[in-house]
């Protein structure tokens, strides 16, 4: 069974950054595509980012477009999400999950889903 757990979460300031990690167990993450997925208070979950499984294509939310970025470390088994300029409305709980085939944002294409880190900017 393949297993997501997300870490790196907290309180942070606005214009600090943070980085949340993807760590998998059970399964290599080699082959699926992984994508970061955020859900703010009252709000519905967003599509934030995604990597290809080979790490050669990545996609951005435009919201957080040239200050978020994602990464993988095949041999760490792991998935980063590198957040920078953080802003307020960056507030949620931040899931990743796992896909095999054609990469997409699209959360039905996602079979294996972590339980949420939550990442609050406030001052």
């Known amino acids: 069974q393949l297993q997501l757990v997300e870490s790196g979460g907290g309180l942070v300031q606005p214009g600090g950054s943070l980085r949340l990690s993807c760590a998998v167990s059970?399964?290599?993450?080699?082959?699926?595509?992984v994508g970061w997925f955020r859900q703010g208070p009252g709000k519905e979950r967003e599509g934030v980012s995604y990597?290809?499984?080979?790490?050669?294509?990545?996609n951005y939310a435009d919201s957080v477009k040239g200050r978020f970025t994602i990464s993988r470390d095949h041999a760490k088994n792991t998935v980063y999400l590198q957040m920078t300029s953080l802003k307020p409305e960056d507030t949620a709980v931040y899931y990743c999950a796992a896909g095999f085939g054609i990469v997409t944002m699209r959360p039905a294409r996602y079979e294996f889903w972590g339980q949420g880190t939550q990442v609050t900017v406030s001052s």
């Open positions: 059970g399964f290599t993450l080699d082959n699926y595509f």
């Open positions: 990597i290809s499984s080979s790490g050669g294509s990545t």
